[in-house]
């Protein structure tokens, strides 16, 4: 006879593997605004362009954001021509977790 499933283990691992993935996806949102120095901007002029980004339909101008945000990555976190000065900034990497390449760490 076959051994009976236990759903409600199967759907707190379940649960528990969700909430893991959003905590990780929220983390690296945050030492991606931290990487692009967008840190430095007011709390709502980030939601702003945000939500201006979010609402976009010209599909050239995305396609040159995303070649942009692409050169970012490939430059190991080093916006070419800023001239901010800012070092991307990463957090001590979890065990288990994958992390965006965001680059080496700058000085605390």
Known sequence: MRK????DAEL???TDKARQ???RRITQLGEL???TGADALAAEVLAGALLEAA???DAARK????GRGAAFFS???KTPGAGTGNKPRGAAAQPGSTQLPLGEP???
């Open 12 to 14: 707190k691992a379940l």
């Open 55 to 57: 609402s976009m339909s």
């Open 75 to 77: 430059a190991g976190g």
């Open 4 to 7: 009976p499933r236990d759903y």
């Open 33 to 35: 605004v931290n990487a």
């Open 21 to 23: 993935l959003k905590l």
């Open 106 to 108: 700058g000085p605390a």
């Open 63 to 66: 396609e040159a954001w995303r």
